[in-house]
Nanobody
Framework: QVQLAQSGGGSVQAGGSLRLACTAS????????KAWFRQAPGKEREGVAL???????NHADSVKGRFTISTDNNKNTLYLQMNSLKPEDTAMYYC???????????????????WGQGTQVTVAS
């Protein structure tokens, strides 16, 4: 059973930066699809960024150029570097992992079998 532990949330002013981290307890961390999601009150959960086992990344249009997803497989850790933060980025952020299907690129759909506990990101205008 994979367990994910998050850290790095907080409150910043618009234009500021935060770095989220998600550490997994698993010997096969590098083989998973890994992603960051966020959910604001009254809104649906949305995918923010994802990365596959070959380190290919995909970022949502709303954060492209501002957020960067990355991994440190030696530490079994997933990161989300968030720069130029906007008030609309305010949400609860979650990391998640799922098994990577051979021959298929990672995407946000399907069942993510492990989730972090969530961390609040608040951006003041």
């Amino acid at each position: 059973q994979v367990q994910l532990a998050q850290s790095g949330g907080g409150s910043v002013q618009a234009g500021g930066s935060l770095r989220l981290a998600c550490t997994a307890s698993t010997p096969t961390w590098s083989s998973y699809c890994k992603a960051w999601f966020r959910q604001a009150p009254g809104k649906e959960r949305e995918g923010v960024a994802l990365v596959d086992s070959d380190d290919y990344t995909n970022h949502a249009d709303s954060v492209k150029g501002r957020f960067t997803i990355s991994t440190d497989n030696n530490k079994n850790t997933l990161y989300l570097q968030m720069n130029s933060l906007k008030p609309e980025d305010t949400a609860m952020y979650y990391c998640a992992v799922k098994n990577e299907v051979p021959g298929r690129a990672c995407d946000y759909d399907g069942t993510w079998h492990a989730w972090g506990q969530g961390t609040q990101v608040t951006v003041a205008s």
